[in-house]
Nanobody
Framework: QVQLVESGGGLVQAGGSLRLSCAASGRTFSSYAMGWFRQAPGKEREFVAYINWNGVSTFYRDSVKGRFTISRDNAKNTVYLQMNSLKPEDTAVYYC?????????????????WGQGTQVTVSS
């Protein structure tokens, strides 16, 4: 069992930055692929970023490439999402997810665990 707790959300002006953190419980964190999804009001949850167990492989949705960076610190059981050059369309609840599979299926919405989410609001 893995529990995920997100933090770092808030209100920021367009062009600003935020760093989301996701703290995971459990001794097997380093074996999980991790990722971030987001859901805006009235819209479906969508993939944002993926990182494999050792941080070597990452994927991003096209709209955040070059602006967002996912990283992880296995010693701290934490995954991060650095968000720069934020836009109003980035406004959403951001969810941290974890998947035990060695594949990158997480990118397609298949994962084992998810957190409660943290709100990110970008004003224009």
């Amino acid at each position: 069992q893995v529990q995920l707790v997100e933090s770092g959300g808030g209100l920021v002006q367009a062009g600003g930055s935020l760093r989301l953190s996701c703290a995971a419980s459990g001794r097997t964190f380093s074996s999980y692929a991790m990722g971030w999804f987001r859901q805006a009001p009235g819209k479906e949850r969508e993939f944002v970023a993926y990182i494999n167990w050792n941080g070597v492989s990452t994927f991003y949705r096209d709209s955040v490439k070059g602006r967002f960076t996912i990283s992880r610190d296995n010693a701290k059981n934490t995954v991060y999402l650095q968000m720069n050059s934020l836009k109003p369309e980035d406004t959403a609840v951001y969810y941290c997810v974890a998947d035990s599979s060695s594949s990158s299926r997480l990118r397609f919405g298949i994962y084992d665990y998810w957190g409660q989410g943290t709100q990110v609001t970008v004003s224009s």
